[in-house]
């Protein structure tokens, strides 16, 4: 099991900048990438960026594409995810998440075994 910790959130007005932080600690090894989504009230909850631990290969949804940059440091089994200009449409609770063992390129929700608490992020227009 992988635990998962976020932290990095707040509130910031459009066209700012915020750094989340996922720290990884439990069985990392069994898992090939860590993902983060996010949640907005009454949404689902949707996929925004993935890492792969070896090599850092990365994917990223559409809607944050160019904007936001997701990036790992290994030796303190640390994701982190960029965002820059910032939009009130990104305003949601973001969770990052470990892929299942076995699933190479995780993207649904099913895909992810683990998942951490949960940072609120919110854009003021």
């Known amino acids: 099991q992988v635990q998962l910790v976020e932290s990095g959130g707040g509130l910031v007005e459009a066209g700012g900048s915020l750094r989340l932080s996922c720290v990884a600690s439990?069985?990392?090894?069994?898992?090939?990438?860590v993902g983060w989504f996010r949640q907005a009230p009454g949404k689902e909850r949707e996929f925004v960026a993935r890492?792969?631990?070896?090599?850092?290969?990365?994917y990223y949804a559409d809607s944050v594409k160019g904007r936001f940059a997701i990036s790992r440091d290994n030796a303190k089994n640390t994701v982190y995810l960029q965002m820059n200009s910032l939009k009130p449409e990104d305003t949601a609770v973001y969770y990052c998440?470990?892929?299942?063992?076995?699933?190479?390129?995780?993207?649904?929700?099913?895909?992810?075994?683990?998942w951490g608490q949960g940072t609120q992020v919110t854009v003021s227009s």
């Open positions: 890492i792969h631990w070896s090599g850092g290969v990365t």
């Open positions: 998440a470990a892929g299942r063992s076995g699933v190479y390129f995780p993207i649904r929700v099913a895909d992810f075994g683990s």
């Open positions: 439990g069985r990392t090894s069994g898992s090939y990438a």
